[in-house]
């Protein structure tokens, strides 16, 4: 049975496929993708099951050694805020679960933004819904640094998410680095909530309620 966390991939890569309206986003045979921050290689599992060439980076040393022991040669410890560490023209970048994690979010966008893809998906934690996440993986058994808090989003925080936005501000940030990068491309967006239960991922496309969202670049030239 596949891990939980390469399923929800495999959702993700299939709702953004239908956002993009690119099948062929599902069929990597003859292509390279590369998955920023790619943790022990889950992310990275995905992309090989669709037949990609997969790359990928990550900041904890130890998550690398891991994803190696999954069979993954082309990964390397390194941080997304120091740039891209390999030269390839990636057909695809997805960056799940990132952003919401790094210290310098504006170098961090201006690397992942500028680096050389064709489709780059990016996902993160809705801040107006992020308690619907972690009840989902609190209720999972999983540990997860929570506290109330006063200030932004809805009670419950996740400590570890020094980047929380609404989607339409992820969206115009976006969409803002681009242009002082003076790249031309679309972007797209979405809200979901997904769970896995039995081995069978469910997602549901919420516009207003997602529990994450989800945004799509697409770069004509790269």
């Not at 109330?148 to 339409?168: Q, Y």
């Not at 909530?193 to 081995?199: A, D, H, M, P, R």
Request: proline share 4%; net charge positive.
């Amino acid at each position: 049975m596949l891990p939980t966390r390469t399923l929800q991939y495999l959702g993700e890569l299939r709702i953004a496929s239908e956002l993009l309206g690119e099948k062929s986003l599902l069929k990597g045979h003859g292509k390279k993708a590369l998955d920023v921050g790619c943790g022990k290689g889950y992310g990275l599992l995905a992309l090989r099951l669709l037949g990609y060439e997969a790359y990928g980076f990550d900041i904890n040393p130890d998550n690398i050694v891991y994803a190696k022991k999954l069979g993954f040669k082309d990964v390397l410890a390194y941080n997304l805020e120091d740039g891209i560490p390999f030269h390839e023209n990636f057909d695809l970048i997805t960056c799940f679960d990132v952003l919401e994690h790094v210290r310098v979010l504006d170098k961090a966008l201006e690397v992942l933004l500028k680096a050389p893809y064709h489709y780059l998906i990016i996902t993160v934690p809705n801040l107006h819904t992020e308690f619907l996440r972690l009840f989902y993986l609190i209720s999972r058994g999983e540990r997860i640094p929570a506290s109330l808090t006063r200030g932004k989003g809805f009670l419950i925080k996740d400590e570890d998410h020094v980047n929380m936005f609404p989607p339409v501000a992820w969206r115009h940030r976006i969409i803002r680095t681009l242009r002082k990068l003076n790249v031309q491309a679309e972007v797209k967006n979405l809200n979901y909530f997904q769970f896995t239960f039995k081995g069978r991922n469910l997602i549901f496309k919420l516009p207003y309620a997602g529990s994450s969202s989800m945004i799509t670049v697409t770069k004509s030239q790269y």
